[in-house]
């Protein structure tokens, strides 16, 4: 059967079938690497999002009867640790990091961690597709306090002019 087959029509067959699984190799990989840029994309969310509500349950939780107690925000705190050490960016890990440092400072008078929050929600911004926010950290910290007196009042007591 295969004596009556020239050597070209051979050759075409064999590189036409190769060709096709080529492609489809190609396309599958392609296929597995957005599967796996998407599953990391929802992992980051998840870890950002709460990033943002830790602070507002904080800040707000009482005012609508969900206060957010120490042990529950510790809690909090070491999972995002868990996730962020696994999906973060070395500079978003690094941010954290320094983050979290901040609240565990001695001395510390239980504000100055929003400056290096801030930055760490600047990276959070720019890893989710926001890279030219022109967001600044009094504009950030009027939306946490929602009150633009107050934050005039905060920043003057704290020293933060």
Request: aromatic fraction near 14%.
């Amino acid at each position: 059967m295969f004596e009556n087959l020239p050597l070209k029509e051979i050759l075409l067959l064999i590189l036409g079938t190769l060709s096709t699984y080529l492609i489809w190799r190609v396309q599958f990989q392609k296929d597995k690497i957005k599967n796996i840029e998407t599953q990391l994309s929802e992992k980051k969310f998840q870890i950002y999002s709460e990033l943002v509500y830790i602070i507002f349950d904080t800040m707000h939780g009482e005012k609508i009867g969900k206060k957010v107690n120490d042990k529950e925000l510790l809690k909090r705190i070491l999972d995002i640790k868990k996730n962020m050490f696994l999906y973060a960016s070395d500079e978003m890990f690094e941010s954290f990091k320094n983050w979290t440092l901040e609240l565990q400072k001695p001395g510390n008078n239980g504000v100055d961690h929003f400056k290096k929050y801030f930055e760490l929600m600047k990276l959070v911004r720019k890893d989710m597709g926001q890279s030219n926010s022109k967001i600044n950290l009094d504009d950030f910290m009027i939306y946490i306090m929602q009150n633009e007196e107050e934050y005039k009042k905060f920043k003057t007591l704290y020293n933060w002019d």
